[in-house]
T-cell receptor
Framework: AQSVTQLGSHVSVSEGALVLLRCNYS??????LFWYVQYPNQGLQLLLKYTSAATLVKGINGFEAEFKKSETSFHLTKPSAHMSDAAEYFCAVSESGSARQLTFGSGTQLTVLP | DAGVTQSPTHLIKTRGQHVTLRCSPISGHKSVSWYQQVLGQGPQFIFQ???????GRGNFPDRFSARQFPNYSSELNVNALLLGDSALYLC???????????????FGNGTRLTVT
């Protein structure tokens, strides 16, 4: 069975500082991994996805994530935080053949301080 | 183009009642998935439909059911509501059925269901 663990339910960074949101996964087969962002009272928006093509994945809004099989991790980073990045971020995993059936982590609320 | 639209946006029901939530996918999208997001948690997969056929079901009781119509819109039905069914119900559509990861999920803004 697949699962996702997001370390840190709340992360605060100063504007301009590095953003690092942690995600570890468990999967019995090579996984497909995703990061989604959710703004208040909205649905989820796809930031980026890993589908085994390249281990470093670049997404929208300056975010990127690196797939590390040895560490079973897929951490999300952004070099310089912006106030508009404040939102909840979800890591999700999907095993082969079930692209529409994602297993989400519990989320990390990112606060950006001025 | 309009995104995924869900109705109603908010709903209050009493325990034991029945509820129907509706979803209209993006034009041209044939796959609809439903997720339940309890406050403070990540979304949990409920159902996926493609071309009016059920393609996947999550670990939810039989009180939960869904269907997809010829125009690809979808309904999620929940019978005998419990307090624990209070959640944000998200609908997502995509152009493909399953393994084509180049066709991402597009989420609606959800229906907030409160059961009292």
């Amino acid at each position: 069975a697949q699962s996702v663990t997001q370390l840190g339910s709340h992360v605060s960074v100063s504007e301009g500082a590095l953003v690092l949101l942690r995600c570890n996964y468990s999967s019995s087969v090579p996984p497909y991994l995703f990061w989604y962002v959710q703004y208040p009272n909205q649905g989820l928006q796809l930031l980026l996805k890993y589908t085994s093509a390249a281990t470093l994945v670049k997404g929208i809004n300056g975010f990127e994530a690196e797939f590390k099989k040895s560490e079973t991790s897929f951490h999300l980073t952004k070099p310089s935080a912006h106030m508009s990045d404040a939102a909840e971020y979800f890591c999700a995993v999907s095993e082969s053949g079930s692209a529409r059936q994602l297993t989400f982590g519990s989320g990390t609320q990112l606060t950006v301080l001025p | 183009d309009a995104g995924v639209t869900q109705s109603p946006t908010h709903l209050i029901k009493t325990r034991g009642q029945h509820v129907t939530l509706r979803c209209s996918p993006i034009s041209g999208h044939k796959s609809v998935s439903w997720y339940q997001q309890v406050l403070g948690q990540g979304p949990q997969f409920i159902f996926q439909y493609y071309e009016k056929e059920e393609r996947g079901r999550g670990n939810f009781p039989d009180r939960f059911s869904a269907r997809q119509f010829p125009n690809y819109s979808s309904e999620l039905n929940v019978n005998a509501l419990l307090l624990g069914d209070s959640a944000l119900y998200l609908c997502a559509s995509s152009a493909s059925s399953g393994t084509a990861f180049n066709s991402p999920l597009h989420f609606g803004n959800g229906t907030r269901l409160t059961v009292t």
